[in-house]
C-alpha cells in the first residue's frame, strides 16, 4: 500500500526566508504527484502537478522537483511571506492496477510566515 | 467556469442519525471523488463515481455509501453516524476520460457529530 510521507509537520520561519518542504512515497508506481494547499477549514488548492516523467514544474516563487525512483519531490518556496502561511500537501496519483488513478496523501506541512 | 460545489459547507448531526452530502462537478466533468479528512486520519480516499457507477472505493464501511446521477452531480450518504465521523468531506471532479486525469477539489462540507 502507498505511504506518503512529509517532512516536516509544522515550519514557522521570518518573512523572506526560502524554504523546503519535502514529501516521500514508497511505491514508484505513480501516475503523477501533486503539491496542494490548504487554508484552515477550507478545501484544497492545486499548486503544481508533476507528471511521472517530469523532473520539476515552477510557478512563481514555487518550484516543485521529482525524483521517482527514490521517491521523494520536494517543494521549493522562495522568498515566503505571511500570505503563504497554510499547510502543505503533497499527493500521489497511482498508477497501479486496482488502484489506478486514486490519490494518496501526506499528512501535511504546517506552514507559517511571520512578520 | 464554475468550480466544484458542495452543499451544504456545514452539517451538525447526533450518533445514529444519517446524512447526505451533495457534490457538483465542474461542467462537463464526469467523475466524482469523495475524500475524507480527519486530525487522526489525514485525507482518506472514500470512492469515485464515473458516469453514474462506482469505478473505485476505499476501504471505508458499508455505512458510507454515494451515488451519481445523470447530470454527473453526486452525492455521499453515511447512515448510523458515529462521532468518528466527524470530519471534513471533500469531494473532487475531474473529465474522467482517464482514471488519472487531473482532479479539481470543492471547499468541502464540515460535518460534525455530536
Known amino acids: 500500500k502507498q505511504e506518503v510521507t512529509q517532512i516536516p509537520a509544522a515550519l514557522s520561519v521570518p518573512e523572506g526566508e526560502n524554504l523546503v518542504l519535502n514529501c516521500s512515497f514508497t511505491?514508484?508506481?505513480?501516475?503523477?504527484l501533486q503539491w496542494f494547499r490548504q487554508d484552515p477549514g477550507k478545501g484544497l488548492t492545486s499548486l503544481l502537478l508533476?507528471?511521472?516523467?517530469?523532473r520539476e514544474q515552477t510557478s512563481g516563487r514555487l518550484n516543485a522537483s521529482l525524483d521517482k525512483s527514490s521517491g521523494r519531490s520536494t517543494l521549493y518556496i522562495a522568498a515566503s511571506q505571511p500570505g503563504d502561511s497554510a499547510t502543505y500537501l503533497c499527493?500521489?496519483?497511482?498508477?497501479?492496477?486496482?488502484?489506478?488513478?486514486?490519490?494518496?496523501f501526506g499528512r501535511g506541512t504546517q506552514l507559517t510566515v511571520w512578520p | 467556469k464554475a468550480g466544484v460545489t458542495q452543499t451544504p459547507r456545514y452539517l451538525i448531526k447526533t450518533r445514529g442519525q444519517q446524512v447526505t452530502l451533495s457534490c457538483s462537478p465542474i461542467?462537463?466533468?464526469?467523475?466524482v471523488s469523495w475524500y475524507q479528512q480527519t486530525p487522526g486520519q489525514g485525507l482518506q480516499f472514500l470512492f469515485e463515481?464515473?458516469?453514474?457507477?462506482?469505478?473505485n472505493k476505499g476501504n471505508f464501511p458499508g455505512r458510507f455509501s454515494g451515488r451519481q446521477f445523470s447530470n454527473s452531480r453526486s452525492e455521499m450518504n453515511v447512515s448510523t453516524l458515529e462521532l468518528g465521523d466527524s470530519a471534513l468531506y471533500l469531494c473532487?471532479?475531474?473529465?474522467?476520460?482517464?482514471?488519472?486525469?487531473?482532479?479539481?477539489f470543492g471547499p468541502g462540507t464540515r460535518l460534525t457529530v455530536l
Open positions: 473532487a471532479s475531474s473529465s474522467g476520460t482517464t482514471l488519472t486525469d487531473t482532479q479539481y
Open positions: 511505491d514508484s508506481a505513480i501516475y503523477n
Open positions: 508533476i507528471q511521472s516523467s517530469q
Open positions: 499527493a500521489v496519483s497511482s498508477d497501479r492496477g486496482s488502484t489506478l488513478g486514486r490519490l494518496y
Open positions: 461542467s462537463g466533468h464526469r467523475s
Open positions: 463515481y464515473f458516469s453514474e457507477t462506482q469505478r
